[in-house]
Structures are given as C-alpha cells and as structure tokens.
C-alpha cells in the first residue's frame, strides 16, 4: 500500500536509525527535543486497526522498546507516546523524551510556545545540551537493541 501524495510514502520523515520490512524508526532531528523519535509503518495504513494482531504486537513492541531504551539512556523525566495522523495520516508513533524545564512542559510538544524569561531559557538550554550530549549513545543502544530478538516468540 502505498500513497502518491502522502508526505511518509515519499520520504523517510527523519533521519533513519533502524528498519526492517514492517516499519522504520527515525530520529525526527528536533531542534527543541534532541531524542525525538518516531516509528513508522511502511506500508500506507491509517489506523493501528488496520494491522493485523501480529503486526499490531510488531508495532507496539518497538513502540515500547523506544520509550525503555530512552528511558535508561536519556532519562527524561516523562516519556510521550503519541499517535494522530491528522496531519500525515499514515501510521506513525511519536516518542518523545521529555523534561519538566522543556520550553512546554507539561503541555504537549506541539502546543503554542509558552513565554519564557532569560533564567528560563538559559535553563531549558543547559538541559537541551546535556541531553543532545547523549543521543548518539541513545541512537547506539536503540539499534543495538533493535537488533536484538525483541518478538515474542
Ligand atoms: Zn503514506
């Protein structure tokens, strides 16, 4: 299944960190939430009912492994896991590290910027460089772990 005008059929949406025949992971490359990462179905579905019960298991497990390798590489204080495709509707799962002085929280990532003062900022900044800091060990781990068995068997 495939889309001519859908944005996910046409490109990778992201840098591709891992993929097999089913989906792909990416790192989304966001300059505000360094660890963003998003799970993509291949094939043009729109709703996770729209997969099989294998493949829906498939796509959750991966979902999942995300937010767990995140968790012990960035330790964010919060894991959002997000699926819409209002926007782009073809399949994909957000997952997304997050900090309680990231410039939204606790709103989520795409609610209007909120203000925030100098002290604020500088803050938000130090934590957004410390996490890019470990990225590539995150990206390592997630496809070491991607290249792991991870099906229930
Ligand atoms: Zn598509």
């Excluded at 997969?51 to 298991?57: D, F, N, P, V």
Aim: net charge negative; glycine share 2%; aromatic share 8%.
């Amino acid at each position: 299944m495939y889309s001519d005008n859908c944005l996910l059929c046409q490109t990778p949406g992201g840098t591709v960190l891992w993929q097999n025949e089913h989906l792909r992971v990416i790192d989304v490359c966001d300059a505000l939430y360094p660890g963003f990462t998003r799970v993509i179905w291949t094939a043009h579905v729109v709703e996770m009912t729209d997969l099989t019960a294998a493949e829906q298991t498939e796509l959750l497990r991966v979902v999942l492994l995300v937010e767990q390798v995140q968790r012990t590489e960035l330790k964010p204080a919060k894991v959002n896991l997000a699926a819409f495709g209002n926007v782009v509707p073809h399949l994909h799962w957000h997952v997304i590290p997050r900090w309680q002085d990231d410039p939204h929280f606790p709103q989520a990532v795409w609610a209007a910027l909120p203000q925030a003062d100098a002290h604020a900022q500088a803050a938000q900044e130090v934590r957004r460089v410390r996490v890019q800091q470990h990225v590539s060990a995150y990206h390592q781990a997630l496809v070491l772990r991607l290249d792991s068995p991870w099906l229930p068997s």
